[in-house]
Each structure stands twice: as structure tokens, then as C-alpha cells.
């Protein structure tokens, strides 16, 4: 089975561009988590789903950020615009409502932010 | 609320020998308990879990018993490999507050030839 796919691996862009994460869950997870890793803050959890419902999104830094999940299949976390202070690595991960709490992570998306 | 506290790092160790990377946390209910590894370059992946008090996880060589009279869930292995540097993570949940899990800061290991 594929596991969580991440795109872009990595993005660089310059400062003020809008970004696009996007995150394939693994076929029949019905959670799914959006976190951010930087050397400074650790990992962070940014927002998470439910069934394509935002359940949780109190991680979100600020309004620049946005993250939707149109469908059990795709999300994306969006940041508009872009910051230096953005750089970081982001990871999706999902999990089913069956599993005892285990999160499959993606490989993340490294972006730097110039 | 619900936090863990791991040691920090960076723990250097020769191949071979003993490892310990301490973990311990704080709960109001009764959490599942984890360890997280992750290699350069990679997400993170679970690399073993427990769900009550006195349970052992176990994977690769490692082991962590939960401890609840201690609230410590300690990472261990008998003997290390280069293949071993990583970065592991102590993490909780407590299913029945929500549904996210509670990572500590990491520990950075590195293991010399």
C-alpha cells in the first residue's frame, strides 16, 4: 500500500508568494494532521480533520494559513502570503478511527521562504 | 494538560553500547504511550507503542515499559547500531480528551563506528 504522499518535497519561493502543501492520506484514514518542524519549535501540529471536517485548527499561526480537505483523498495547507519565518518542514500524516492512535506520516515538504 | 518531557540530546554512543533516552510525561487520564524514530530526510514512524500500565513495546531491538507509578515511558536498546542514528520521540495520547497525539522535542542520536 502507498503510504501519505507530500507535494511539492521542496519548495522554495520568495517572501510574499502564496504556497501550496498538498497531501494524499492513506485510502480509508479518516483523520488527518497537518504539522510543522523547525529546529527552533519542534513539532508542531498546525490543524487536523475528521472526515474532511476541520476539527481542531488552534496550531495555525495566523491568518495567512489556511488548510482545507475537499474530499477523504486530498488536503492542502495553503500560506498566503509567504514569510521568511514560514521555513520549515511540513508533514501530513493520517490515521483510521480503528487504530489505537498510531499516525502514518508523509515524507514532508521541505520549504524555504527567501 | 497533557505534556511530555524527554531528555535532550544530542546523545552520542558508540556502536555497541547500551542505550537509554529518558522519557516521562504528564496526564490526567490514562494515555497510550509512544515512541516515534525519524531518519534524515524522512517523516517520522512509529517505532513502538504501549496502551496500559506495565505493557513492554518492542520493535528492532527496543524496548519502553510504561511505568505508570513513575509516569516514565523510557527507551532502551541493549546495544546500538550505526544504522540507529536518528531522532526518536516520545509521544502520548489520551483518547479519551481528543484525538491528537503529544510529541516531546526529540533526541537526537548518533552513533559512531
Known amino acids: 500500500d502507498a503510504g501519505v504522499i507530500q507535494s511539492p518535497r521542496h519548495e522554495v519561493t520568495e517572501m510574499g508568494q502564496e504556497v501550496t502543501l498538498r497531501c494524499k492520506p492513506i485510502s480509508g484514514h479518516d483523520y488527518l494532521f497537518w504539522y510543522r518542524q523547525t529546529m527552533m519549535r519542534g513539532l508542531e501540529l498546525l490543524i487536523y480533520?475528521?472526515?474532511?471536517?476541520?476539527?481542531?485548527d488552534s496550531g495555525m499561526p495566523e491568518d495567512r494559513f489556511s488548510a482545507k480537505m475537499p474530499n477523504a483523498s486530498f488536503s492542502t495547507l495553503k500560506i498566503q502570503p509567504s514569510e521568511p519565518r514560514d521555513s520549515a518542514v511540513y508533514f501530513c500524516a493520517s490515521r483510521d478511527r480503528e487504530s489505537t492512535d498510531t499516525q502514518y506520516f508523509g515524507p514532508g515538504t521541505r520549504l524555504t521562504v527567501l | 494538560g497533557n505534556s511530555v518531557t524527554q531528555m535532550e540530546g544530542p546523545v552520542t554512543l558508540s556502536e555497541e553500547a547500551f542505550l537509554t533516552i529518558n522519557c516521562t510525561y504528564t496526564a490526567t487520564g490514562y494515555p497510550s504511550l509512544f515512541w516515534y524514530v525519524q531518519y534524515p530526510g524522512e517523516g517520522l514512524q512509529l517505532l513502538l507503542k504501549?496502551?496500559?500500565?506495565?505493557d513492554k513495546g518492542s520493535n528492532k531491538g527496543f524496548e519502553a515499559t510504561y511505568r505508570k507509578e513513575t509516569t516514565s515511558f523510557h527507551l532502551e536498546k541493549g546495544s546500538v547500531q550505526v544504522s540507529d542514528s536518528a531522532v526518536y520521540f516520545c509521544?502520548?495520547?489520551?483518547?479519551?480528551?481528543?484525538?491528537?497525539?503529544?510529541f516531546g522535542k526529540g533526541t537526537r542520536l548518533h552513533i559512531l563506528p
Open positions: 509521544a502520548l495520547s489520551d483518547r479519551s480528551r481528543d484525538d491528537k497525539i503529544i
Open positions: 480533520f475528521n472526515n474532511n471536517v476541520p476539527i481542531d
Open positions: 504501549a496502551t496500559k500500565a506495565d
